[in-house]
């Protein structure tokens, strides 16, 4: 068992609504974490990396650990619309986001990081439907292209159940590409409707190299989001979710993701206690 500690703790900087380098410091100096996970491409209102960002942080003590690989075109207006319109998927996108994964994997060569999480898109449930194929393909592409660069791929969770998603991992073993794994979100899972995340991350928890750290209430209506709330007031089992992290000998980060609210900040500083007392509750 590896004992989950506070220093694991960072914030995705898309979280943040930063307006540059030395806004994003002060922020996450504001929320007492030494660890960011770096929109590397444009995303939700995110400019993505700036030049010399990497400097401004670290003068805070402040380091880059992963990056963020995002598409062009996305839609979450519906559960429907990410369905169609979400990561590598849509073929009309295909080419531009190869041209924009080569400058992402150029900018986490610089940046000497070791992983660069992706959406991948809906997986097809079934292996033998030929967009499996194709969405496999694709996958296997960017995990070539952020190889060369040094850099793992770290597939998000939600959109699929973990099960479809360990037979993904799977064929992408047999495609050669090695370095894919999970960055978990168990929120997601809520979000879409998905999965339980507590029981998928039992199963997923060999293959995780980081976490995201967001809460949900499940949607009442099917086909309708989920609610994303403060950390610690939705759906998730904090104790339960450390603790077999902590038993599959975990020492990734738990990055803060909040994409709702107005106070962000305020929120993630109560996140961060919220899973601070899971952490101490589940080294007992």
């Excluded at 995990?143 to 099960?163: I, S, V």
């Excluded at 980060?253 to 007392?277: P, V």
Aim: with cysteine.
């Amino acid at each position: 068992m590896k004992v989950q500690t506070a220093e694991q703790i960072g914030v995705c900087s898309w979280s943040l609504q930063a307006t540059g380098p030395e806004d994003l410091a002060e922020k996450v100096n504001a929320l007492g974490v030494k660890r960011v996970q770096l929109g590397l491409t444009p995303h939700r209102g995110d400019t993505g990396a700036w030049n010399g960002v990497e400097v401004v942080l670290a003068a805070s003590g402040i380091r880059i650990v992963t990056g963020m690989y995002s598409t062009i075109g996305e839609d979450y207006t519906t559960p429907e619309t990410i369905r169609r319109t979400g990561g590598i998927v849509p073929d009309q996108h295909w080419e531009e986001n190869v041209a924009l994964a080569k400058a992402t994997a150029a900018k986490a060569r610089e940046l000497g990081l070791p992983y660069i999480m992706a959406h991948a898109g809906f997986l097809p449930h079934d292996p033998g439907d030929p967009d499996f194929d194709k969405l496999a393909g694709r996958v296997a592409t960017l995990a070539g292209l952020f190889a060369d660069a040094g850099a793992g791929l770290l597939m998000e969770t939600g959109q699929e159940k973990a099960d479809t998603l360990l037979e993904f991992l799977d064929e992408m073993r047999r495609r050669g590409a090695a370095n894919v794994a999970v960055n978990f979100d168990p929120a997601n899972m809520i979000l879409y409707d998905m999965d339980d995340p507590i029981e998928a991350l039992g199963k997923l928890a060999p293959h995780v190299r980081q976490v995201h750290v967001k809460d949900a209430k499940r949607t009442k209506v099917k086909g309708q989001w989920g609610e994303e709330v403060v950390v610690g007031t939705g759906e998730v089992d904090w104790v339960a979710f450390v603790r077999i992290l902590a038993n599959a000998g975990f020492t990734g980060s738990y990055m803060f993701e909040r994409e709702a609210g107005n106070d962000r900040i305020g929120d993630i500083q109560q996140g961060i206690a919220a899973l601070t007392k899971a952490m101490d509750s589940a080294a007992k």
